[in-house]
């Protein structure tokens, strides 16, 4: 009988274990939608509060979500150092949205010093996981060249047809152009 009672204790602390790190886990997660929903009702204070939570929980999208309020939400909120450092964290967690982050303040000039080449180098490790919109930046700027990029047309389009089939429709439109 005593036996029977400590195996029950021990799983039933077990499952409490399991429990409270399962929802911590989930805290992240909540947290960061949580976020994401203050920022589609234009509450930008309460999503940065929200989106710090997560970003403490462990949450790794969190930061790119950050780095997007702090570099393009609204003019109280806008902060390209801190934006950098958001996507800087994004990208270490190999999120890709922190790649494209950093190669649109680069190819920008915010915050940073503006580098195309920096640009390209970002906006390519982001197109390597499909992302979209990197790809239709890599187009353009292989069409249009810069300071240290060379205008490369098949290169160019290369990256265009990849944004296009990823359904980015401005890409779809310079195709169909040419």
């Known amino acids: 009988m005593r036996y ?9 602390m077990g499952w409490m274990w399991l429990t409270s790190a399962h929802a911590m886990n ?3 997660q909540e947290s960061y939608a949580l976020g994401l929903a203050a920022v589609q009702d234009g ?3 309460t999503a940065i509060q929200y989106l710090q939570l997560a970003v403490q929980k462990g949450e ?18 806008v902060d390209f150092g801190k934006a950098k450092t958001a996507y800087e964290q994004a990208a270490l967690r190999d999120d890709v949205e922190g790649w494209y982050g950093l190669g649109k303040l680069y190819a920008e000039g915010l915050g940073v010093a503006k580098s195309d080449q920096q640009a390209v180098y970002y906006y390519a490790k982001a197109a390597g996981k499909y992302h979209v919109q990197a790809a239709y930046a890599l187009g353009v700027m292989y069409a249009h060249g810069g300071a240290n990029v060379a205008v490369d047309a098949p290169r160019s389009r290369q990256y265009f047809e990849q944004s296009c089939l ?5 890409a779809c439109r310079v195709l169909k152009s040419k």
């Open 26 to 28: 989930n805290a992240g």
């Open 4 to 12: 029977q009672l400590r195996w029950w204790l021990c799983v039933g």
């Open 60 to 77: 790794p999208h969190a930061y790119a979500a950050l780095g997007n309020i702090y570099s393009s939400g609204p003019r109280q909120a």
């Open 43 to 45: 509450n930008y204070q």
């Open 166 to 170: 990823g359904g980015w429709s401005a």
